[in-house]
């Protein structure tokens, strides 16, 4: 075969973990429980493994990204494969690397796990690393070596896949008692060699090429940060005896990164060119291409599940073949974003499930591109036939277009946003009625979902349980969890979300225009895995969601009850959304019917609503030109949610995380009289951040961190408290843990929420 019917070739950066059964999840859970060995957790990964290549080559893939895999982050694999394991995990991981692996993302009794947060603006999480001036790395290729011989005696051509050097270091911060003001990035010397040893490594066991990700690449970097960047690969490229190098972009355009990296001695470079990141075309062009190297092209969104448009792909591809050696067809990103299978959602109509594009399908997608590029177009002819009936079909659908949806929305105005009364007049008001103590505790609205709560819900799908024996049995779970919070003495009660799966699907599954699936499910962190709502079409609410339950809670107990509510730019986030229309004007749809939702919890007598938002900064787009627009209409969609309420009902809000820098001005604009937020394991940094902002309102940082089954004790909630005080007033400060406590179980958590209102009795008794 000539070179030029071999290529272009279609590749991916990398794959849904968990398998089609979520078979990853069973066995890391059940190694956890002492069910499974640490044998048969790798038999079941590398089975996986197997199967993941085999799919992808069997599909057309010929190049297999390895080392993407993971038992539970990817950065923390790379956190393992440097050597930058922090001090206190030292002993455990050289004690046994799997348990001591799981100690650095879980924590145990005696040790905190690593901090984690979001991976970019995705809904999955990594754990951060923790670097200092002491750090010291050492290569350990024992993965990314061992998953690419597993490949290649599996006869498949490989690709190991690292985080890069640059992605690594930017993504870190300060380890514990660590000045904070240290930049990990000042490491980079410390750590190309690191990567040197890493690439020879690879090389040495038979990588033709190596992919290095460097998506941090596409935020805004300073000069210096660019400069790292071109030294880092100008070093890595002169090493002999490396493998090729791919430097692998995404999530929004290279700008400023491009120009480094093209010139970088590197024979390849990923870039994305969908959505915000369709610019690299004509970036790329400015820059002269990249002629004789190849260029993976991400063309079809491997963050989202819509079908691709396979002609205006072509047409992307065709201007790029003319711009780089050698051009490969790839999705955005990793297939990690989205779900495995749509053929299997089979309880969804077929008119709709043919819009559909999850890892199986974009796969084809990419493999039938290359083929048309390889071929010419007749020869992907049936295929493109299909597509475009597809895409029309969505286009013409009435799921699409509710004229009363349309009508309301565009008759919104910026009053209808706005609640009437300044907040110094609210908070009164709200003193006035609730009538709470100082250092008021509560919790973020879940209680522990127990094997028999999943087991209820299991039931009632299969029909082993009626819809009344249901009820009933998380009827009982809400009496049990208020009398538990008024013996534990907590102030302000939840119902404790028993009846919701999750904190977006339950309400998706009440709002028209959203689509459930069935076995859509992501990877969020470690082995927790959600199965993100699709929403396809215009939003409304054809009943009330929450107010039943929230009426039979607040009839068990004459402590005020928290309405519970998961706010619209979290509906969106946590959804896979429609890509035709601005979101501003999706988020619109479903503030308002929120907004109905919250009005008649208020009407059933909550005193208190809470509006979750925890996915606002981690929708904020990468690079800073877009913000301004993307805060604009998402705290007006907040607002809208919350603003048709009286003075004296109190709108809290909660976001999981602690990061606050660029979204300060916007949890500003919320205008919320609460806000809770994730504390605990950055020791009330948040806390200090919204002081030296000059935040007026009431604040609950976290006090106990809920991603661990680490039972904090009253001295450590104490203590904690005490440093939120250093910021926040007492009138103004709330105890309450970092986020929901629907992961843990009974017994951790009602130890540590004594912990918790005992350690604010005593910080009161302080006061
Ligand atoms: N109210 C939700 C819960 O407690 C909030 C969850 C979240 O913020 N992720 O589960
Ligand atoms: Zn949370």
């Not at 090729?244 to 491009?258: E, H, N």
């Not at 993976?296 to 819509?306: C, F």
């Not at 890892?359 to 590029?373: V, Y």
């Not at 409304?540 to 107010?547: E, H, L, N």
Request: hydrophobic content about 45%.
């Amino acid at each position: 075969m000539s070179p030029s019917s071999t290529t272009p070739q279609a590749t991916v950066h990398g794959s849904p973990r968990q398998g089609p059964d979520r078979e990853l999840k069973k066995a890391v859970e059940g190694y956890w429980a002492g069910r499974v060995t640490a044998d048969g957790l790798h038999a079941t990964a590398a089975g996986l493994r197997r199967d993941t290549w085999r799919r992808l080559a069997d599909a057309g893939v010929t190049e297999v990204p390895t080392g993407d895999f993971s038992l539970y982050d990817h950065v923390l694999d790379t956190t393992v494969a440097v050597g930058a394991i922090p001090a206190r995990h030292r002993a455990a991981v050289d004690a046994d690397p799997l348990d001591g692996y799981f100690a650095m993302a879980r924590g145990t009794q005696d040790v905190a796990p690593l901090e984690m947060t979001k991976w970019f603006d995705t809904n999955y999480h990594y754990l951060v690393p923790e670097l200092g001036p002491d750090t010291v790395f050492a290569a350990n290729p024992a993965k990314p070596v061992g998953e690419l011989r597993e490949a290649l005696a599996l006869g498949h051509r490989a690709r190991p896949v690292l985080v890069g050097p640059l992605t690594y270091l930017l993504l870190a911060k300060p380890a514990p008692g660590v000045d904070p003001g240290f930049q990990p990035l000042t490491l980079l010397d410390r750590l190309l060699p690191v990567y040197a040893e890493l690439l020879a490594g690879l090389r040495a066991a038979g990588a033709d090429w190596v992919q290095l990700d460097e998506p941090a690449l596409v935020q805004d970097r300073t000069p210096a940060e660019l400069n790292a960047a071109a030294r880092a690969y100008r070093d890595l490229g002169a090493l002999t005896g490396r493998p090729r190098i791919l430097v692998a972009t995404y999530f929004d355009r290279a700008g400023a990164a491009l120009p480094v990296l093209a010139k970088a001695p590197v024979e390849g470079l990923g870039l994305d060119f969908t959505g915000p990141a369709a610019g690299n075309l004509d970036d790329l062009a400015a820059v002269g291409g990249l002629p004789g190297k190849r260029l993976v092209a991400g063309v079809v969104d491997g963050r989202n599940i819509w079908i691709n448009d396979l002609e205006k792909s072509l047409a992307t591809l065709a201007t790029l073949l003319g711009l780089a050696g050698q051009v490969d067809v790839a999705p955005s990103c990793s297939l990690l974003h989205v779900p495995l299978d749509a053929t299997r959602e089979r309880d969804l109509d077929p008119q709709i499930a043919r819009w559909l594009a999850f890892a199986r399908q974009k796969t084809a997608e990419i493999t039938t591109l290359a083929r048309g590029l390889r071929e010419g177009t007749p020869a992907i002819g049936a295929e493109l036939a299909a597509n475009r009936a597809d895409l029309a079909s969505r286009a013409a659908s009435a799921l699409t277009h509710d004229p009363a949806v349309r009508a309301r929305a565009a008759a919104t105005t910026a009053e209808d946003a706005r609640r009437p009364q300044a907040y110094p007049d609210r908070a009164r008001a709200q003193q006035a009625r609730l009538k709470l103590p100082l250092l008021p505790t509560t919790t973020i609205g879940s209680f522990p979902q127990t094997t028999e709560l999943r087991a209820a819900r299991a039931g009632l799908r299969a029909g082993r349980l009626d819809p009344a024996g249901y009820r009933e049995r998380m009827a009982a779970e809400v009496r049990e969890v208020i009398a538990y919070q008024e013996k534990a003495g907590l102030d302000v009660l939840v119902h404790g979300e028993p009846e919701r799966n999750d904190m977006v699907q339950y309400f998706a599954e009440q709002l028209t225009g959203y689509l459930a699936t069935r076995h859509g499910w992501v990877q969020s962190y470690g082995t927790r895995y959600v199965r993100p709502p699709v929403l396809a079409g215009d939003v409304s609410r054809p009943r009330p969601m929450t107010v039943d339950w929230f009426r039979y809670a607040q009839d068990l107990t004459d402590r005020p009850v928290k309405g519970m509510l998961t706010g619209p730019v979290t509906m969106l986030a946590w959804s896979f959304v429609r890509d035709d229309q601005p979101l501003a004007e999706t988020a619109r749809q479903v503030a308002l019917a929120l907004r109905d939702e919250v009005t008649d919890l208020e009407a059933a007598g909550a005193a208190v609503v809470q509006v979750d938002e925890p996915a606002l900064r981690e929708t904020l787009p990468l690079r800073a030109a877009g913000r301004p627009g993307y805060l604009a209409w998402a705290t007006e969609a907040f607002r809208l949610t919350t603003s048709g309420v009286r003075a004296d009902t109190q709108v809290h809000t909660h976001m999981c995380y602690a990061e606050f820098g660029e979204i300060m001005t916007a949890i500003e604009e919320l205008d919320a009289d609460v806000i809770s937020l994730e504390a605990a394991r950055s020791h009330m940094r948040v806390a200090h951040e919204l002081a030296a902002a000059g935040y007026p309102r009431e604040v609950g940082p976290g006090v106990y961190d809920i991603h661990s089954p680490r039972v904090p004790s009253t001295g450590e909630a104490v203590a904690l408290l005490r440093e939120g005080l250093a910021a926040i007033p007492a009138e103004r400060l709330w105890v309450n843990p970092d986020c929901g406590l629907k992961t843990r179980g009974w017994a951790e958590t009602r130890a540590s929420l004594d912990h918790l209102v005992e350690a604010a009795r005593l910080v009161r008794a302080e006061l």
